[in-house]
């Protein structure tokens, strides 16, 4: 209630609280997952809620905002091969038609974050929580996004396995320029990764 906030590009706004106080809604409705009752969202100047009035404002739009979920067991479709889990976006924003074109692509994503690329033909099962984790930032970079919102990314991993992924969205956030918005209840976490800090 009566949130308000702004995240410079290629930064990282850590939004901190206690269990329950909203700060994964704040992630929905940024992404547009949730509709605001009250107020606007503005995205690179533009009112979210004018663009959403149209399908293709609304594509591009979805284009260049992603969101990492919490939990990577339950983020990913245990029925799909990786190959379709990171394919998915692709395909629905069309930007591969050609299927040996659409297997070099994610291919290269696996690779980017610290996958194989032959990871592609397997199945979420048969990876570890950060391994799955390292899946669902692929799939939330394959549009190319401007601006990642993660949320709790690493709170079910180990500690070393956090520090890995942590370590990974920081060498992505500083090679590709993205705006993060990083919520975590772990000080010592936003302490590594944010610039800026909302309580």
Same mark, same amino acid.
């Given at each position: 209630?009566?949130?308000?906030?702004?995240?410079?590009?290629? !930064?990282?706004?850590?939004?901190?609280?206690?269990?329950?106080?909203? !700060?994964?809604?704040?992630?929905?409705?940024?992404?547009?997952?949730?509709?605001?009752?009250?107020?606007?969202?503005?995205?690179?100047?533009?009112?979210?809620?004018?663009? !959403?009035?149209?399908?293709?404002?609304?594509?591009?739009?979805?284009?260049?905002?992603?969101?990492?979920?919490?939990?990577?067991?339950?983020?990913?479709?245990?029925?799909?091969?990786?190959?379709?889990?990171?394919?998915?976006?692709?395909?629905?924003?069309?930007?591969?038609?050609?299927?040996?074109?659409?297997?070099? !692509?994610?291919?290269?994503?696996?690779?980017?974050?610290?996958?194989?690329?032959?990871?592609?033909?397997?199945?979420?099962?048969?990876?570890?929580?950060?391994?799955?984790?390292? #899946?669902? #930032?692929?799939?939330?970079?394959?549009?190319?996004?401007?601006?990642?919102?993660?949320?709790?990314?690493?709170?079910?991993?180990?500690?070393?396995?956090?520090?890995?992924?942590?370590?990974?969205?920081?060498?992505?956030?500083?090679?590709?320029?993205?705006?993060?918005?990083? #919520?975590?209840?772990?000080?010592?976490?936003?302490?590594?990764?944010?610039?800026?800090?909302?309580?």
């Amino acid at each position: 209630d009566g949130v308000s906030f702004a995240i410079e590009r290629g !930064k990282t706004l850590a939004l901190v609280g206690e269990s329950g106080c909203g !700060k994964s809604t704040v992630a929905r409705l940024l992404v547009g997952l949730y509709e605001p009752t009250r107020g606007a969202v503005f995205f690179d100047g533009q009112d979210t809620g004018v663009l !959403k009035s149209s399908a293709a404002n609304l594509r591009g739009l979805r284009r260049r905002m992603q969101m990492i979920f919490q939990d990577p067991y339950a983020s990913l479709n245990p029925r799909w091969t990786v190959l379709d889990i990171i394919g998915e976006p692709l395909r629905e924003h069309g930007l591969f038609s050609d299927a040996a074109a659409m297997r070099a !692509k994610v291919g290269e994503l696996l690779l980017s974050v610290g996958l194989a690329s032959a990871d592609m033909e397997k199945f979420p099962h048969q990876f570890s929580g950060g391994q799955r984790q390292r #899946i669902s #930032i692929a799939r939330a970079l394959a549009t190319q996004p401007e601006f990642l919102v993660c949320d709790e990314p690493t709170s079910a991993l180990d500690v070393s396995v956090q520090q890995q992924v942590l370590g990974l969205l920081a060498e992505l956030q500083r090679r590709y320029g993205m705006s993060y918005l990083f #919520i975590s209840h772990d000080l010592a976490v936003v302490r590594a990764m944010s610039h800026r800090v909302l309580v």
